[in-house]
């Protein structure tokens, strides 16, 4: 079913995207206001299921990619985050009728919200991941062999790019090295795929789900009742472990900042490991949960979500874990987000501690 | 000699110092006009103490003034927010998140105007003085006394707000004031914007405030120079407070911290300031506030300038306590215990009555509190002991054993050894430590930017940072020989490759009171 996002709803948005970005995905507050602002100057955004999407709809994503370090100083404009996608359409020779998310988490929840309302388009209530993962292949429409490209990415400069990549993994490196010489901060617009496709590949009412969560948080605050019980009954999921955080280690390789978080309770010790996501948890050396189901940290009162970057030294903090779409433990799909690929040499585990192997995507489709 | 006073709302206290011994300590009632306030406060201590006026080296003032004038939103001046950053930034201009009635107050105007510069230093766009010029203009048309104005990364290039300074200056004159982001805050556009948009504001009120303590303390024969303390424990030249008045903003607990301190003789521990409605625990390392690293609203309005990360919790002399649960506060009867507490005849069970009945304290009538439990009484002071010492817990930055001191009216109500913890040290002149806190003439520099650091320059550039930071509280007024840095921070930067890496320096240093 359609529905409208109002100005009133983007804080709850934005707060359950934090918690969907578990842990990655940048300033929450700065995405929200722009949000905020175009809604505020253009008007409310249509937000249409995947089951009401037209089959010959032309769906694009509309993304932030580079530093979120950079994007609290250099604040986007309306212009940059519409530039990419008109491109896209001029490219194309048709018009872009419909946006998506291409994750939910942080900013990237926030951003197509306020390119749907300067552009007048709707939104999917879809995202390509369920989740936020950190480069520009790690989503479900690659395993579908979706082609990021043709991708168009501006800067607020006004410096506008066309990439043609043999494959997601190239878009990821050749865009990377622009989106530095741009500034470290662009917008992308990519993985141009129809309804019937969308419907395959993308990860249904997600928006919805954020919008939930990020309610369900206020509300158990208001209501004095505990905000992480709510959260693992709507998503499934798991409590894994609350106690204090007493070591936080980091340390930038490649440009990505990996670390590691030793919380304690009792005479239990309890670690996270990290690369702007939480990827995994263990609890005493025993491997608990991994990427790609989801880990978020929650602060012990509030219940807000905690990004990498926040975590210090003698927060009281609850960590959760809770089920990633099916699809993301395809034997293709761990390859490219399991924790291996993370460097991590462990098997990947699920959220409840199991480990079962996934069934490849081609047989699975049937789920989506 | 010199002397520290700390103007807060209710209590104006003064300490008279030789190096870092008290002479003397006197506390005295906040008058309206603050002035009168301070000036009893000296003569007061000249009672206590005789000294000349000409004995007096240096008067450090710590107040509250500040923050005030601008909850109340009392006094500002017309201001413009003017930021340097097109075609970036477009969408959230300067003010986006601002509450309306304090935009009302100052007679907002904003504006946007090429200009900034990437997170490497490169040029976003160059400015465009006829874009500032015709900026200059309506500010002028719109009744506009005072100017801040932000660039794009300014923490790491700050040529372009001096300049779009100097044109601003050209077009309005002498007259209008300019306050400059890079001045006051840190990297995080709107929050460093904000913080200098009320700097602004207030610039005309500093005016006038510096100006009253200067007649105030010169009324008393005393031409020493006058400082006020800053949010970071360093302490300010009359023509910086002038120009930055936004930096005394948190000085008040600051200057508990600082004066617990000396007066415990401890450069790192954990201090707890227990006043009459909130026990304030903040962290000293290095005999200075820990600051906080996350934004801070004042008025309703993000920022993020230097304040000192202070936990408080709603217990003090006046909470009032639940004789069902034992829980203490966070309800407080203020400002009339003196009518509501049992011990003063009044109908309200408050903390003072629990410390008074376990013999903690000796204040009013004690037969009063006689009939209470005293397993009851233990209960309400274990429930209060665990509370803070919880909060000093949640502050530490390391597992390693801290020591704690407690200042303050109300910190009567803690027990001498806390779990965990250990011994709760009581320092001499615990009443005045904020007096005694602002006195401590010190001055610093900091260096807040991000750098691509080239491999194997790691070490160079850390050095290189360093020094900078100490040049700068040099010319800040600090002793050379004296300065040293306190506070080193490197966070690197994720998603962008070569390592870039964001450095936070403070240096500080004695102040140079010859000087």
């Given at each position: 079913?359609?529905?409208?996002?109002?100005?009133?709803?983007?804080?709850?948005?934005?707060?359950?995207?934090?918690?969907?970005?578990?842990?990655?995905?940048?300033?929450?507050?700065?995405?929200?206001?722009?949000?905020?602002?175009?809604?505020?100057?253009?008007?409310?955004?249509?937000?249409?299921?995947?089951?009401?999407?037209?089959?010959?709809?032309?769906?694009?994503?509309?993304?932030?990619?580079?530093?979120?370090?950079?994007?609290?100083?250099?604040?986007?404009?309306?212009?940059?985050?519409?530039?990419?996608?008109?491109?896209?359409?001029?490219?194309?020779?048709?018009?872009?009728?419909?946006?998506?998310?291409?994750e939910?988490?942080?900013?990237?929840?926030?951003?197509?919200?306020?390119a749907?309302?300067?552009?007048?388009?709707?939104l999917?209530?879809?995202?390509?991941?369920?989740?936020?993962?950190?480069?520009?292949?790690?989503?479900?429409?690659?395993?579908?062999?979706?082609?990021?490209?043709?991708?168009?990415?501006?800067?607020?400069?006004?410096?506008?790019?066309?990439?043609?990549?043999?494959?997601?993994?190239?878009?990821?490196?050749?865009?990377?090295?622009?989106?530095?010489?741009?500034?470290?901060?662009?917008?992308?617009?990519?993985?141009?795929?129809?309804?019937?496709?969308?419907?395959?590949?993308?990860?249904?009412?997600?928006?919805?789900?954020?919008?939930?969560?990020?309610?369900?948080?206020?509300?158990?605050?208001?209501a004095?009742?505990?905000?992480v019980?709510?959260?693992?009954?709507?998503?499934?999921?798991?409590?894994?472990?609350?106690?204090?955080?007493?070591?936080?280690?980091r340390?930038?390789?490649?440009?990505?900042?990996?670390?590691?978080?030793?919380?304690i309770?009792?005479?239990?010790?309890?670690?996270?490991?990290?690369?702007?996501?939480?990827?995994?948890?263990?609890?005493?050396?025993?491997?608990?949960?991994?990427?790609?189901?989801?880990?978020?940290?929650?602060?012990?009162?509030?219940?807000?979500?905690?990004?990498?970057?926040?975590?210090?030294?003698?927060?009281?903090?609850?960590?959760?874990?809770?089920?990633?779409?099916?699809?993301?433990?395809?034997?293709?799909?761990?390859?490219?987000?399991?924790?291996?690929?993370?460097?991590?040499?462990?098997?990947?585990?699920?959220?409840?501690?199991?480990?079962?192997?996934?069934?490849?995507?081609?047989d699975?489709?049937?789920?989506? | 000699?010199?002397?520290?006073?700390?103007?807060?709302?209710?209590?104006?206290?003064?300490?008279?110092?030789?190096?870092?011994?008290?002479?003397?300590?006197?506390?005295?009632?906040?008058?309206?006009?603050?002035?009168?306030?301070?000036?009893?406060?000296?003569?007061?201590?000249?009672?206590?103490?005789?000294?000349e006026?000409?004995?007096?080296?240096?008067?450090?003032?710590?107040t509250?003034?500040?923050?005030?004038?601008?909850?109340?939103?009392?006094r500002?001046?017309?201001?413009?927010?003017?930021?340097?950053?097109?075609?970036?930034?477009?969408?959230?201009?300067?003010?986006?998140?601002?509450?309306?009635?304090?935009?009302?107050?100052?007679?907002?105007?904003?504006?946007?105007?090429?200009?900034?510069?990437?997170?490497?230093?490169?040029?976003?766009?160059?400015?465009?003085?006829?874009?500032?010029?015709?900026?200059?203009?309506?500010?002028?048309?719109?009744?506009?006394?005072?100017?801040?104005?932000?660039?794009?990364?300014?923490?790491?290039?700050?040529?372009?707000?001096?300049?779009?300074?100097?044109?601003?200056?050209?077009?309005?004159?002498d007259?209008?004031?300019?306050?400059?982001?890079h001045?006051?805050?840190?990297?995080g556009?709107?929050?460093?914007?904000?913080?200098?948009?009320?700097?602004?504001?207030?610039?005309?009120?500093?005016?006038?405030?510096?100006?009253?303590?200067?007649?105030?303390?010169?009324?008393?024969?005393?031409?020493?120079?006058?400082?006020?303390?800053q949010?970071?424990?360093?302490?300010?030249?009359?023509?910086?407070?002038?120009?930055?008045?936004?930096?005394?903003?948190?000085?008040?607990?600051t200057?508990?911290?600082?004066?617990?301190?000396?007066?415990?003789?401890?450069?790192?521990?954990?201090?707890?300031?227990?006043?009459?409605?909130?026990?304030?625990v903040?962290?000293?390392?290095?005999?200075?506030?820990?600051?906080t690293?996350?934004?801070?609203?004042?008025?309703?309005?993000?920022?993020?300038?230097?304040?000192?990360?202070v936990?408080?919790?709603?217990?003090?002399g006046?909470?009032?306590?639940?004789?069902?649960?034992?829980?203490?506060?966070?309800?407080?009867?203020?400002?009339?215990?003196?009518?509501?507490?049992?011990?003063?005849?009044?109908?309200?069970?408050?903390?003072?009555?629990?410390?008074?009945a376990?013999?903690?304290a000796?204040?009013?009538?004690?037969?009063?509190?006689?009939?209470?439990?005293?397993?009851?009484?233990?209960?309400?002071?274990?429930?209060?002991?665990?509370?803070?010492?919880?909060?000093?817990?949640?502050?530490?930055?390391?597992?390693?054993?801290?020591?704690?001191?407690?200042?303050?009216?109300?910190?009567?109500?803690?027990?001498?050894?806390?779990?965990?913890?250990?011994?709760?040290?009581?320092?001499?002149?615990?009443?005045v430590?904020?007096?005694?806190?602002?006195?401590?003439?010190?001055?610093?520099?900091?260096?807040?930017?991000?750098?691509?650091?080239?491999?194997?320059?790691?070490?160079?550039?850390?050095?290189?940072?360093?020094?900078?930071?100490?040049?700068?509280?040099?010319?800040?007024?600090?002793?050379?020989?004296?300065?040293?840095?306190?506070?080193?921070?490197?966070?690197?930067?994720p998603?962008?490759?070569?390592?870039?890496?964001?450095?936070?320096?403070?240096?500080?240093?004695?102040?140079?009171?010859?000087?």
């Amino acid at each position: 079913m359609s529905w409208t996002i109002k100005l009133e709803d983007i804080d709850d948005l934005a707060r359950g995207s934090a918690l969907l970005g578990t842990g990655g995905g940048g300033d929450p507050y700065i995405g929200g206001l722009l949000a905020k602002e175009a809604l505020r100057r253009h008007g409310d955004v249509t937000v249409v299921s995947l089951d009401e999407v037209p089959d010959d709809a032309v769906i694009a994503c509309i993304s932030m990619l580079g530093a979120p370090t950079v994007m609290v100083e250099k604040l986007p404009s309306l212009d940059e985050i519409m530039s990419p996608v008109q491109e896209l359409s001029e490219h194309y020779g048709r018009p872009i009728t419909h946006l998506m998310c291409i994750e939910v988490g942080g900013v990237n929840s926030t951003i197509p919200i306020a390119a749907a309302a300067a552009m007048n388009l709707p939104l999917l209530d879809a995202d390509g991941m369920g989740r936020a993962f950190p480069e520009l292949q790690m989503v479900l429409p690659t395993l579908y062999g979706v082609s990021a490209s043709p991708l168009a990415y501006a800067d607020e400069k006004g410096n506008i790019g066309v990439l043609r990549t043999i494959n997601n993994a190239w878009g990821e490196r050749i865009i990377r090295v622009a989106a530095v010489e741009m500034g470290c901060s662009i917008m992308l617009s990519a993985f141009q795929m129809n309804g019937v496709m969308a419907r395959k590949a993308l990860v249904p009412d997600s928006l919805t789900l954020c919008a939930a969560l990020g309610r369900s948080i206020v509300e158990a605050r208001v209501a004095k009742t505990d905000p992480v019980d709510g959260l693992v009954e709507t998503l499934g999921g798991r409590s894994l472990f609350g106690g204090k955080v007493v070591d936080v280690e980091r340390a930038t390789t490649a440009g990505f900042a990996r670390g590691r978080a030793t919380i304690i309770e009792g005479d239990s010790t309890f670690t996270l490991s990290f690369q702007n996501e939480h990827l995994m948890a263990e609890l005493n050396g025993v491997v608990l949960t991994t990427t790609p189901d989801l880990i978020m940290v929650l602060d012990f009162e509030s219940g807000e979500p905690i990004t990498t970057e926040g975590l210090r030294y003698g927060q009281r903090v609850r960590v959760i874990s809770a089920p990633a779409d099916e699809r993301w433990h395809s034997p293709a799909a761990i390859e490219m987000v399991g924790p291996r690929y993370f460097g991590y040499d462990t098997e990947p585990t699920r959220f409840d501690g199991s480990v079962r192997a996934g069934v490849p995507i081609a047989d699975s489709d049937g789920i989506a | 000699m010199h002397i520290g006073i700390d103007v807060g709302g209710t209590n104006t206290d003064a300490a008279l110092m030789e190096g870092a011994r008290t002479l003397v300590g006197i506390k005295h009632s906040t008058t309206e006009d603050v002035t009168s306030g301070i000036v009893q406060a000296i003569s007061g201590l000249r009672a206590e103490h005789h000294f000349e006026g000409a004995e007096i080296t240096a008067v450090m003032i710590g107040t509250t003034h500040f923050i005030n004038a601008l909850v109340q939103a009392k006094r500002l001046a017309p201001t413009a927010a003017l930021r340097l950053g097109l075609p970036a930034t477009k969408a959230l201009p300067p003010l986006v998140d601002w509450p309306e009635e304090l935009k009302g107050a100052i007679q907002a105007r904003s504006y946007l105007a090429h200009g900034g510069y990437e997170f490497d230093g490169r040029p976003i766009s160059p400015i465009d003085p006829e874009e500032l010029r015709a900026h200059a203009e309506d500010m002028r048309a719109n009744g506009i006394r005072s100017v801040a104005i932000s660039s794009v990364f300014s923490p790491v290039n700050h040529d372009l707000e001096v300049e779009a300074a100097r044109i601003i200056g050209e077009v309005l004159g002498d007259d209008v004031a300019i306050s400059l982001s890079h001045e006051v805050g840190r990297i995080g556009l709107l929050e460093r914007e904000n913080a200098t948009v009320i700097n602004a504001a207030l610039r005309e009120l500093a005016a006038e405030i510096v100006d009253g303590l200067t007649a105030a303390v010169r009324a008393e024969g005393i031409d020493a120079p006058i400082f006020l303390s800053q949010n970071d424990g360093t302490l300010m030249d009359e023509s910086f407070v002038r120009r930055y008045p936004v930096a005394t903003f948190a000085s008040g607990p600051t200057n508990s911290m600082r004066g617990a301190a000396l007066t415990s003789g401890l450069s790192t521990c954990a201090v707890i300031d227990v006043g009459g409605t909130t026990a304030d625990v903040g962290l000293l390392i290095n005999g200075f506030p820990r600051e906080t690293a996350n934004e801070v609203k004042v008025a309703g309005v993000r920022t993020n300038f230097r304040m000192p990360d202070v936990l408080s919790l709603g217990i003090g002399g006046g909470s009032i306590v639940n004789e069902a649960t034992a829980e203490v506060g966070p309800e407080s009867v203020g400002y009339r215990i003196t009518t509501d507490a049992l011990v003063f005849g009044g109908d309200t069970l408050t903390a003072t009555d629990i410390a008074v009945a376990a013999g903690r304290a000796n204040i009013g009538d004690v037969s009063k509190v006689a009939h209470l439990d005293p397993a009851f009484v233990q209960r309400v002071l274990d429930r209060i002991a665990e509370r803070i010492s919880d909060a000093v817990d949640r502050m530490r930055t390391s597992p390693d054993p801290i020591q704690v001191v407690a200042v303050g009216g109300g910190s009567v109500l803690l027990p001498d050894t806390l779990p965990l913890f250990g011994t709760v040290l009581k320092p001499e002149n615990y009443a005045v430590a904020n007096a005694i806190g602002a006195s401590i003439a010190q001055v610093g520099g900091e260096i807040d930017k991000v750098y691509s650091i080239d491999p194997g320059q790691r070490e160079q550039t850390i050095i290189d940072v360093r020094a900078e930071a100490v040049e700068k509280a040099v010319a800040a007024g600090a002793k050379p020989s004296t300065v040293s840095i306190i506070d080193f921070d490197e966070v690197p930067i994720p998603y962008l490759p070569g390592n870039a890496t964001r450095i936070r320096v403070k240096a500080v240093g004695d102040l140079d009171m010859e000087g």
